[in-house]
């Protein structure tokens, strides 16, 4: 049916022509993210165990970045394009485990909130909230949106979603029935 949908408002060549642009080595920001990476590679390297600092990979980057790959971009003041070689290159591998311990015990609290969860409406909250966070965490591989308010409120808010329906499954909650909408 969304096939249907996209073919019908002719949507189809956008997509494709927008996810061809993601292999596109004559792309600007596709050489750019990819020397950020590298950057973000090389501070981890460098310092393994803590990192650079916590939001100092933009100020870190000109000192790590590839000289041979010069874009437009290169002077910009932005992170490293991923929000997992962000972590490990401003934090190191101690805020990289603390990061997947968050990862473990959100998907820990998510999985446990579907599993008992009795009320069908309940259920598709959590669902959606789950869905959520799981999309952001596949997104975040490829881009990283730590100070953006429009990203990180929903991140934080879905994930008190879930441990809230999660810490009542069922229950009553200060005399209500907890499944009554």
Do not use: C
């Not at 015990?105 to 579907?114: C, D, H, K, N, P």
């Amino acid at each position: 049916m969304i096939l249907i949908a996209i073919v019908g408002i002719g949507a189809e060549g956008r997509i494709t022509q927008h996810a061809g642009s993601v292999v596109d080595t004559e792309n600007v920001s596709n050489l750019e993210r990819v020397n950020r990476w590298m950057a973000a590679a090389e501070m981890t390297k460098d310092r393994p165990w803590l990192g650079v600092g916590y939001g100092e990979y933009p100020a870190e980057y000109s000192e790590y970045r590839r000289k041979v790959i010069l874009t437009d971009q290169v002077y910009f003041y932005m992170g490293a394009h991923s929000e997992p070689l962000r972590i490990l290159s401003e934090t190191g591998t101690a805020g990289f485990a603390a990061s997947l311990w968050l990862l473990a015990a959100a998907s820990a609290i998510g999985i446990r909130t579907l599993r008992r969860t009795p009320d069908p409406r309940t259920y598709l909250v959590a669902l959606g909230a789950f869905s959520g966070l799981a999309t952001y965490m596949i997104h975040t591989v490829f881009n990283s949106y730590p100070g953006i308010d429009k990203v990180t409120i929903p991140f934080w808010a879905s994930l008190g979603l879930l441990a809230a329906l999660g810490g009542t499954n069922g229950r009553a909650v200060e005399g209500r029935d907890a499944t009554a909408a």
